[in-house]
């Protein structure tokens, strides 16, 4: 073969003796072709070290293999790991990908939905900033969708979530397996969902154990200093507590340095468990912090499979939560 050449499809089907609508059928798998002319061109194909057009492939199955992955987290701690996951999932499948962030903003998300079907895109993974539920897009565009983080607000759609009410549940089982028994509650604000569902989580753990929880659940920011402040509001009305879940790791960065200040030793008298596993905080604190991680690139992959079944006809409509692990390090003590 000389030197730069570039076998055509045209080339296959002349080395195998067929025509270049046959040499078509049978590179793409088409049934109506015989076993025999099947294996002549395939035989053509790899003697002739034959790549195929993926545009000429992509109009003859009605496919572009391009997906569309849209974010509307502007920070990108949360949406970043979910979009790795699910663009590893569509490398290994062999699909293109094009990125757009909407950074929050409704009308520039329309703008993006509408550049991605212009690009004749074979689906869509919705990521959302949040997992409250978001607005869905799915009966305005003609490809499958998939919503990853934040759910779409419609129970026929295709939405992956983390379980955060099972994720809180395991946190506060682990305290109480530690020994803790006068366990307390700082979270972000009332609002979000997954404050709510945190909170839910924490509640069952301890009722099914028995205990109750010592004082009230405080709201506020997702912040350090929400932290602080609430650790020092915390200790100074319930001095008798021996662990605090916190509904994220800033909250629970916080609350150790004011412990801190205040005397109390983490994990000696006071076990602190945080949520997301951000690891710029939680492997940095002193001690090192226990805390929740979502998996959230576990979770982009899934939903980058599950968009290939909806593409192929096989959609899994509602919910799906996907499980959390717990990250046990030294600021609950080692068991």
């Known amino acids: 073969m000389r030197k730069g050449f570039r076998a055509t499809i045209t080339d296959v089907a002349a080395l195998a003796g067929v025509s270049i609508a046959t040499a078509s059928k049978a590179l793409n798998g088409r049934n109506d072709v015989r076993d025999s002319t099947r294996q002549r061109v395939l035989a053509a194909a790899e003697e002739l070290a034959f790549q195929p057009n993926e545009l000429a492939r992509g109009l003859l199955s009605g496919q572009t293999r391009t997906v569309g992955l849209l974010t509307s987290d502007s920070v990108g701690r949360f949406g970043i790991p979910v979009l790795l996951g699910a663009e590893d999932a569509f490398g290994a499948g062999e699909m293109a990908v094009l990125l757009c962030d ?121 912040s350090q200093r929400w932290g602080r402040h609430a650790a020092e509001m915390l200790l100074m009305a319930e001095p008798e507590i021996d662990a605090v879940f ?13 412990a801190r200040e205040r005397g109390r030793r983490v994990p000696d008298d006071l076990a602190v468990v945080g949520y997301d596993n951000w690891e710029v905080l939680s492997t940095e604190t002193r001690p090192a912090l226990t805390t929740v991680d979502m998996n959230l690139e576990n979770l982009g992959r899934t939903a980058a499979q599950h968009l290939f079944a909806a593409i192929d006809g096989r959609a899994t409509p509602g919910v799906h939560r996907m499980p959390c692990d717990l990250v046990i390090r030294d600021s609950t003590g080692r068991s």
């Not at 978001?134 to 026929?156: E, W």
């Not at 909250?251 to 340095?257: Q, R, T, V, W």
């Open 102 to 222: 909407a950074r929050g903003d409704a009308i520039r998300e329309q703008h993006h939905l509408r550049a991605l079907l212009s690009r004749r895109v074979d689906g869509l993974i919705v990521v959302g900033e949040s997992t409250d539920p978001r607005p869905s897009v799915s009966s305005d565009v003609p490809v499958p969708v998939v919503y990853a983080y934040g759910p779409s607000d419609d129970p026929a759609d295709v939405s992956f979530v983390p379980d955060d009410i099972g994720g809180a549940a395991m946190a506060v089982r682990h305290l109480l397996a530690m020994g803790r028994r006068r366990v307390a509650h700082v979270t972000g604000p009332a609002h979000y969902k997954a404050a709510k569902d945190r909170e839910e989580g924490l509640r069952l753990a301890l009722a099914e154990a028995g205990v109750a929880q010592t004082g009230r659940t405080l709201c506020g920011p997702w």
């Open 246 to 258: 916190c509904g994220s790791d800033q909250i629970a960065a916080g609350f150790m340095e004011a």
